[in-house]
């Protein structure tokens, strides 16, 4: 840092030296200071204005990168320092109340609320960029193509069908049985709300009066555990699979069955060291949270719990009808996509063989309609959907992803592109797992954590797609793991950064191609008396279209 602060000051005094130094063949200097007719030569003017111009764009990246560091470092620091003098609504995030034989491992792991995780109040990341012209430019560039998108349809449906055809089959397929969806939505958020609040409350206060306190809350906690994979896990499967919804009704309920659970995780996670400490102190008080707080918290953008936000102090609803018009033109956008880009794609697909040729076509074929379905999926839920419901709630700390465009490894890539839930792998699955296993075993809770996210992944699109294709899971768990160790955080050229874009670009295009492929072979050819086995095998290996 040092050593670009004085680059940059040599070449600013240079450049400030220049015009003083004596040249007696410099006519700009004789001109300007003493012209022979009384006025300034224009062209020697221009002549100046253009060198100093250039000088000018010469010292301006320089310029701009120091100033952009500085400012970095300033708001990092800003950050740290406001949040280690403000820890109010942060609780206990680890089982920091262990003593006797088990402390040295409490001391070193435990996570006390200034080392956990701190809310504050900010804006996303595009909120702040799309202040900026240019990156504006960008936004208004996918606006043109959507534009572009809906005419190039308008206009091969008026020449093949000699009108307009404005239907939106694959839309409303894509959302059939909404209503069941919907409904299985408020009875698992109902439950939710009542039977881990109830049965944590009851436990609470139980707890330093039981005789037998471990007993007692080995009966809670397997009461929890019931409530987690019993009503929560298999519970909305078994809507889904015996009411056979649509995939995009299916995604909702899915979705929403994992938030759940990872919020009722988190509420007891948090909030069961609270009422340890306290019956370890023997406060006449136990700390159990109101329901409007566990209410508030269920809806929150977030995974991780705290009796009380930061909060903003008005909604503007302006923004908020902003989002949701994004999010519906982000939905019609990936419509567009599989319209124009994919559908014909594997319309022609269909008529061959499934082989190599068609599997490589197919693949690099995928990776732009992957790309954008990337970039709007990011879009529409990560910026849009989490700041609706942020706005709406007055939830002032918006960091739901991080500058991850910017990463030249992978590991760098999983900590920005998801903070909401990378928080929560990071504070339940990972430091956890180091809490139980000692420091020892860093390599095998990220191998814990990868394994978990994998499975879960894969585990979403097989219930949403009604076929298990571990293709993602393969991707996730050898490929992403394998780059999360080898391009790790001490790649810092800008080379990593094409090389990341590069391999999640066609990773993309992969799985768009091999998930598309394995829908469209069980499309034509169902089998009749389909076995378990059958939904594990793919189809698309020895499917032979019939038309």
């Given at each position: 840092?040092?050593?670009k602060e004085?680059?940059l000051?040599n070449?600013l005094?240079?450049?400030?030296?220049k015009?003083?130094?004596?040249d007696?063949?410099n006519?700009t200097?004789?001109?300007l200071?003493?012209?022979?007719?009384?006025r300034?030569?224009?062209?020697?003017?221009?002549?100046?204005?253009?060198?100093?111009?250039?000088?000018?764009e010469?010292?301006?990246?320089?310029?701009?990168?120091?100033?952009?560091?500085?400012?970095?470092?300033?708001?990092?620091?800003?950050?740290?320092?406001?949040?280690?003098l403000?820890?109010?609504?942060?609780a206990l995030?680890?089982?920091?109340?262990l003593?006797?034989?088990n402390?040295?491992?409490?001391?070193?792991?435990?996570?006390?609320?200034?080392?956990g995780?701190?809310?504050?109040i900010?804006q996303?990341?595009?909120?702040?960029?799309?202040?900026?012209?240019?990156?504006r430019?960008?936004?208004?560039?996918?606006?043109?193509?959507?534009?572009l998108?809906?005419?190039s349809?308008l206009?091969v449906?008026?020449?093949?069908?000699?009108?307009?055809?404005l239907?939106?089959?694959?839309?409303?397929?894509?959302?059939?049985?909404?209503?069941?969806a919907?409904?299985?939505?408020?009875?698992m958020?109902?439950?939710?709300?009542?039977?881990p609040?109830?049965?944590f409350?009851?436990?609470?206060?139980?707890?330093s009066?039981?005789?037998?306190?471990?007993?007692?809350?080995?009966?809670?906690?397997?009461?929890?555990?019931?409530f987690?994979?019993?009503?929560?896990?298999?519970?909305?499967?078994?809507?889904?699979?015996?009411?056979?919804?649509?995939?995009?009704?299916?995604?909702?309920?899915?979705?929403?069955?994992i938030?759940?659970?990872?919020?009722?995780?988190s509420?007891?996670?948090?909030?069961?060291?609270r009422?340890?400490?306290?019956?370890?102190?023997?406060?006449?008080?136990?700390?159990v949270?109101?329901?409007?707080?566990?209410?508030?918290?269920?809806f929150?953008?977030t995974l991780?719990?705290?009796?009380?936000?930061?909060?903003?102090?008005?909604?503007?609803?302006?923004y908020?009808?902003?989002?949701?018009?994004?999010?519906?033109?982000?939905?019609?956008?990936?419509?567009?996509?599989f319209?124009?880009l994919c559908?014909?794609?594997?319309?022609?697909?269909k008529?061959?063989?499934?082989?190599?040729?068609?599997l490589?076509?197919?693949?690099?074929?995928?990776?732009?309609?992957?790309?954008?379905v990337?970039?709007?999926?990011?879009?529409a839920?990560?910026h849009?959907?989490?700041?609706?419901f942020?706005?709406?709630?007055?939830f002032?700390?918006?960091?739901f992803?991080?500058?991850?465009?910017?990463?030249?490894?992978?590991?760098?890539?999983?900590r920005?592109?998801?903070v909401?839930?990378?928080?929560?792998l990071?504070?339940?699955?990972y430091?956890?797992?180091?809490?139980?296993?000692?420091?020892?075993?860093?390599?095998?809770?990220?191998?814990?954590?990868?394994?978990?996210?994998a499975?879960?992944?894969?585990?979403?699109?097989?219930v949403?797609?009604?076929?298990f294709?571990?293709?993602?899971?393969v991707?996730?768990?050898?490929?992403?793991?394998?780059?999360?160790?080898?391009?790790n955080?001490?790649?810092?050229?800008?080379?990593?950064?094409?090389?990341?874009?590069?391999?999640?670009?066609a990773?993309?295009?992969?799985?768009?191609?091999?998930?598309?492929?394995?829908?469209y072979?069980r499309?034509h050819?169902?089998?009749k008396?389909?076995?378990?086995?059958?939904?594990?095998r793919?189809?698309?290996?020895?499917?032979?279209?019939?038309?």
């Amino acid at each position: 840092m040092v050593g670009k602060e004085m680059s940059l000051r040599n070449r600013l005094s240079k450049s400030s030296e220049k015009p003083e130094e004596d040249d007696p063949g410099n006519p700009t200097k004789e001109s300007l200071e003493a012209p022979s007719n009384g006025r300034v030569d224009i062209k020697q003017l221009i002549a100046k204005k253009i060198q100093l111009t250039a000088e000018a764009e010469e010292l301006k990246p320089f310029f701009m990168k120091e100033v952009g560091t500085h400012f970095d470092d300033f708001v990092t620091n800003l950050i740290e320092k406001s949040a280690s003098l403000d820890n109010g609504g942060c609780a206990l995030t680890s089982f920091s109340v262990l003593e006797g034989e088990n402390k040295h491992r409490a001391k070193d792991f435990r996570a006390p609320p200034e080392h956990g995780k701190i809310f504050v109040i900010r804006q996303s990341l595009l909120d702040e960029l799309f202040e900026v012209d240019h990156i504006r430019t960008i936004y208004h560039m996918f606006i043109a193509l959507l534009i572009l998108f809906i005419l190039s349809t308008l206009v091969v449906d008026y020449i093949d069908e000699g009108r307009l055809v404005l239907e939106f089959s694959v839309m409303s397929y894509a959302f059939g049985k909404l209503p069941i969806a919907l409904w299985t939505w408020c009875a698992m958020f109902l439950s939710t709300l009542s039977l881990p609040y109830f049965l944590f409350q009851h436990w609470a206060r139980g707890y330093s009066k039981s005789s037998h306190p471990v007993i007692h809350s080995l009966l809670h906690g397997l009461l929890f555990m019931v409530f987690q994979i019993g009503v929560l896990g298999f519970g909305p499967t078994y809507v889904v699979l015996a009411y056979t919804l649509a995939p995009a009704s299916r995604c909702i309920v899915v979705f929403e069955q994992i938030r759940f659970i990872m919020k009722a995780h988190s509420f007891v996670r948090e909030n069961v060291p609270r009422v340890l400490k306290s019956a370890k102190e023997k406060s006449s008080t136990v700390p159990v949270p109101t329901v409007n707080q566990y209410l508030y918290f269920l809806f929150a953008p977030t995974l991780i719990y705290r009796d009380n936000y930061p909060r903003t102090p008005t909604i503007r609803w302006g923004y908020v009808a902003m989002q949701f018009a994004q999010i519906f033109g982000c939905l019609f956008y990936v419509y567009y996509v599989f319209e124009r880009l994919c559908a014909p794609l594997f319309r022609n697909i269909k008529q061959e063989p499934f082989s190599a040729r068609v599997l490589v076509l197919c693949v690099f074929n995928s990776i732009l309609p992957g790309a954008l379905v990337l970039f709007l999926t990011f879009f529409a839920f990560l910026h849009c959907w989490l700041n609706a419901f942020a706005e709406m709630l007055r939830f002032g700390d918006r960091m739901f992803y991080k500058d991850w465009w910017n990463s030249t490894s992978y590991s760098n890539y999983y900590r920005t592109w998801n903070v909401v839930v990378h928080d929560w792998l990071y504070y339940y699955a990972y430091k956890d797992f180091l809490w139980f296993f000692t420091k020892r075993f860093r390599s095998a809770a990220m191998l814990a954590v990868f394994a978990v996210s994998a499975i879960v992944h894969e585990y979403v699109l097989a219930v949403s797609l009604s076929f298990f294709y571990p293709v993602l899971f393969v991707l996730f768990m050898f490929f992403g793991m394998a780059f999360n160790f080898i391009v790790n955080d001490s790649r810092k050229r800008p080379i990593w950064n094409v090389m990341m874009w590069t391999s999640l670009f066609a990773g993309n295009g992969v799985l768009l191609c091999f998930y598309s492929q394995e829908w469209y072979a069980r499309q034509h050819c169902p089998l009749k008396n389909p076995t378990l086995l059958d939904y594990v095998r793919p189809r698309s290996w020895t499917c032979r279209y019939v038309f």
